[in-house]
């Protein structure tokens, strides 16, 4: 499954993509579709992280922690439900976890 | 005429600011240090200029306290007033995007581009001149920590001007883009040690051991230096040179009378105890500066360390999944390890926080279960010598209380925390000078706020003695002090005094001869009970009335039932 975390509702979900969440430490994609509202759009985007930025998953945490994601030079620490509602398409040839 | 220096959290601005003014407010290496401005006095040429330092925003629409007195300072502005933007050079990118909002605001902007030596070993090159030109306003490359650059800076404020650049607002980042390609260029470059650390420090399998390893160390480190610092400087020097003067003094004033016993105080055994003679110039100087300095010395000494270099954030990042079940997230731990030095700055970095249950939440577990510097001094001092075990107890009581208060309130409190969301910083060896210098500071704030306290508390004490107020209180409160506390009727003096300064009420145990298990007591209930009044203070101005109210009724009630159960138990 390359859908959210909870599943229901995914309107954001692109084909081919999966969410930050469950992006694997060292991958690195570039984001598709953020799945939020006004709020958190304006909310990652003072750290840069908005449509068609290239990120790299620095770590996550177990227990569904906040995931560390890496945009230029900037390092960003979020709760692991706004990961979920970052679609992102890897850079790599491997789509599917 | 008026300086603001704006820009993103964490870009220096406090460091410039020191630098322009000589004045001293602390910097550290993460986002929200400065949560209040900073007004300072500067010269520029024959001018004088009033400079403000405004806490850190990334974009012009707050999103918290401490973001919103930033835009407000924005817009008090009068004309002729200059903007000095600092901008962090590594992140060129989302810099600007704060850039070009301010520039749409027409107002007079000086680009300062800090971090400028940083950019070399990142394998990053910014060609300022074109910035300038494309920008239309001055921009200066610095250094702040060292202080390169800075002299030109200020040179340079009398070209600020507005800019007549254009974009429209939903193409900003669009614009960033354009005037990022056109002006920087990054070479590829392998990662230092310093950033593998980094990305060690934030990974589950590494960075749990390393978050142990840090805190353990640190544990240890301020108990050596502090213990150190006791044994060896502060107590010869109050026991050799200034007991036999002191004595000296006792016999001129004649051994004893009121006022004699308010600047000595009670001779133990024709000696100067300084922990049980409770006059002003041997218990009241001894309890600051010979008890509780060389341990807040220590504490900020090993805080501000892990503060410049970068760590803080990233135990955030490691405890949030802890914290969120206390209803708040991960940078909670900023404002509880300020409070383990004093709980004001503590109560004072919840500004950090977007809703106001998560400053509820943090402010109240914070000044009831979070021992400051020197109420953690003296009840070392007092119940280290029983054996470890029973400082574990007090430190586990608190520990249990902090984590039951925050889920209960998690339960039952209307409303949801939000998400982690934070910057990470790089790891910056700290720069020693810096460093000095906010040691320096917090030394300094700890003195001027507590000298005066402290040999208030002592007088409060000797008054309270002397017209009998303790043995009257005493009576009144002895269903709950004595009944359910297990506590003598004395013991409410320290509760009074309490308020005044936890130090001075923890040393007046010292004298009433208690058992080990009232001193656990006593220990756990003078820092839960109620805040001191510096604390007290603050916690007002932050939460509002109300909310204080509810707060104070919380730390009563559990101050009774954690009492009361230890009473029971042990």
Redesign the interface.
């Known amino acids: 499954m390359a859908n959210g975390a909870t599943g229901t509702g995914r309107a954001g979900y692109v084909e081919g993509s999966i969410s930050l969440a469950q992006m694997r430490?060292g991958e690195s994609g570039k984001i598709v579709k953020i799945d939020g509202g006004h709020g958190l759009l304006?909310?990652?985007?003072?750290?840069?992280i908005?449509e068609g930025m290239k990120v790299t998953k620095?770590?996550?945490?177990?227990?569904?922690?906040?995931v560390?994601v890496q945009q230029?030079?900037?390092?960003?620490?979020?709760?692991?439900?706004?990961a979920s509602k970052i679609f992102v398409e890897l850079s790599k040839k491997e789509n599917s976890k | 005429m008026k300086i603001l220096l704006m820009g993103n959290p964490n870009v220096g601005k406090s460091v410039v600011f020191n630098r322009l003014t000589g004045a001293n407010v602390i910097a550290s290496n993460y986002a929200g240090t400065t949560v209040e401005f900073t007004k300072g006095k500067m010269r520029i040429g024959a001018e004088r200029a009033e400079l403000i330092d405004v806490p850190g925003t990334y974009t012009l629409q707050p999103t918290c306290k401490a973001e919103e007195i930033a835009v407000e300072m924005l817009k008090e502005r009068t004309d002729g007033d200059v903007i000095i933007n600092v901008v962090e050079s590594t992140n060129l990118e989302r810099s600007l995007n704060l850039t070009l909002q301010l520039l749409k605001c027409k107002v007079s902007v000086v680009v300062a581009l800090n971090f400028w030596d940083e950019t070399k070993h990142k394998g990053i090159s910014i060609d300022d001149k074109k910035l300038e030109e494309i920008l239309g306003v001055p921009c200066v490359p610095i250094c702040a920590v060292t202080g390169e650059g800075v002299k030109r800076l200020v040179e340079r404020v009398k070209d600020a001007k507005s800019s007549a650049y254009e974009y429209k607002d939903k193409e900003r980042w669009h614009e960033v883009g354009n005037i990022v390609d056109k002006v920087q260029n990054v070479a590829h470059r392998h990662h230092t040690w310093l950033e593998k650390l980094a990305d060690a420090s934030v990974k589950p399998l590494t960075g749990i051991p390393i978050a142990v390893v840090v805190m353990f160390l640190a544990f240890k480190i301020i108990g050596f230096i502090g213990e150190g610092l006791i044994g060896y400087v502060g107590e010869p020097i109050f026991e050799n040179l200034w007991a036999p003067l002191m004595l000296k003094l006792s016999s001129i004033m004649g051994s004893e009378g009121f006022v004699h016993d308010l600047v000595i105080g009670q001779l133990i055994d024709g000696e100067i105890d300084f922990g049980q003679s409770f006059g002003l110039l041997t218990t009241g100087l001894f309890v600051p500066l010979g008890a509780v300095l060389p341990y807040v010395f220590a504490f900020y000494l090993v805080l501000s360390f892990l503060e410049d270099l970068g760590y803080l954030p990233r135990l955030a990042v490691m405890v949030d999944t802890i914290m969120h079940r206390l209803g708040l997230h991960g940078f909670a731990i900023v404002p509880m390890m300020l409070g383990l030095g004093c709980n004001v700055p503590g109560a004072l970095a919840t500004r950090i926080f977007e809703t106001r249950r998560e400053r509820f939440i943090s402010a109240t577990i914070l000044s009831i279960a979070v021992p400051c510097a020197a109420l953690q001094a003296m009840i070392v001092g007092l119940i280290g010598e029983h054996g470890l075990r029973y400082l574990a107890v007090v430190y586990g009581t608190l520990f249990v209380v902090w984590i039951l208060l925050g889920v209960i309130f998690n339960r039952f409190l209307k409303g949801e925390s939000p998400e982690i969301f934070l910057e990470v910083p790089p790891y910056r060896i700290p720069y020693m000078r810096s460093l000095g210098k906010k040691l320096w500071i917090r030394i300094r704030w700890f003195l001027k706020e507590a000298i005066p306290f402290v040999l208030l508390g002592v007088l409060v004490v000797n008054l309270l003695y002397t017209f009998g107020v303790i043995q009257f209180v005493g009576k009144f409160t002895a269903p709950v002090v004595t009944r359910v506390l297990g506590l003598p009727q004395e013991a409410v003096g320290a509760l009074i005094v309490g308020f005044l300064r936890k130090d001075v009420a923890v040393g007046m145990l010292i004298p009433l001869g208690l058992t080990i298990k009232q001193l656990v007591v006593a220990s756990v209930v003078l820092a839960m009970y109620f805040p001191c009044v510096a604390t007290f203070t603050t916690l007002v101005r932050e939460l509002g009335f109300a909310d204080m109210f509810k707060s104070a009724i919380v730390m009563i009630v559990s101050t009774l039932v954690v009492g009361g159960l230890l009473n029971l138990i042990l």
């Open positions: 430490a304006r909310k990652l985007d003072t750290l840069g908005r620095v770590s996550g945490q177990w227990m569904r922690g906040p560390l230029s030079n900037t390092q960003a620490a979020m709760g692991f439900g706004m």
